[in-house]
């Protein structure tokens, strides 16, 4: 079993934007001596003032500590700082946290390069924004080596809310951050098109907003309910079957396309749910889609 040594009183953060920023400002918060480096210079201006420690050079804050976070844009930008030279041999026999968003098969590259450089490597995913880092609001989820998770987890609570280890595959926490964002986007694209057909029809944001919001609250129940369907391969459209659904989305695209808003992202839904229809599972529910989704 590997042996893991760690300073728990010492962090580097690679990457200073908004978010990398506020994981700083945590660990500073914690009391860690807290190490920080950012490509462009002058982003570290505030975490100075609360005593963060500047790097001159990735190398030199790589070396800084046991635990380097890595916060930035994608694994490009990632590749672009842990992946020259200097800093890959700084790294060897240290544990780099990469909480940067990308895909799955991106996590599982830069596992593969991180063990053949002899880095420690736990890949993250983070799914709430700045403001919550710190607080009991925040959620992480990570992946790795469990030894290696459980040895830095002091150090990673300093950044408040809940950590979640979802297994030794370093691809999980990129694969259920794609999963949640993909609902956290489609959402927003449907949110930003009804602000628009509502704009059209003389509705202001704000009056619809509370409506919107009950939408909102309907869906934690039937994202549980879906869940278990999607899993069990049971689809019961008794209450809702999928030809009663494909009918309003219709009025959506006929509304939105009668005030000339392009309706895109619903037209792609209700081709989807007419797929299924012509498939034969009319009396199904919505969610039966996953099914056509997963057929290759
Ligand atoms: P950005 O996603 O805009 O990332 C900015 C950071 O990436 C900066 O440090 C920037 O450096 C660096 N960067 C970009 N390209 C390169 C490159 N080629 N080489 C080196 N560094 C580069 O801002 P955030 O800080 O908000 O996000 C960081 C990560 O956190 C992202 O993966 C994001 O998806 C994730 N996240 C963010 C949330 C948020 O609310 N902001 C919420 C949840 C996750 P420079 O200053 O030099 O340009």
Redo the contacts with the bound molecule.
Sequence with gaps: MMSTYTDQSAVTVL????????LAGAFLDAGLRTTVW???PG?DGELVTRGAITAQSAEEAAAASELIVV????Y???D??LRRDPVAAALKGRTVVN????TPDRARDTGEWAARHGIRYLDG???????TIGTPDAVFLHSGPEELYRAHRPVLDALGGTHTHLGEDIGRAAAYDIALLDIFWTAMAGYAHALAIARAEGITGRELAPFAQGIGAILPPLFAEFAGDADDGTYSGELNPITSAVSTMAHVIQASEAHGIDAGVMRAAEGQARRVIGLGHGTDGYIRVTELLGRR
């Excluded at 916060?71 to 994608?74: F, G, H, I, R, S």
Aim: with cysteine.
């Design positions: 990457g200073l934007g908004p978010m990398g920023r506020a950012n490509r462009t982003r916060c930035v844009v994608n490009d930008a990632a672009a700082i909480l940067s968003a990308d995913a983070i799914m709430t924004p700045t403001t």
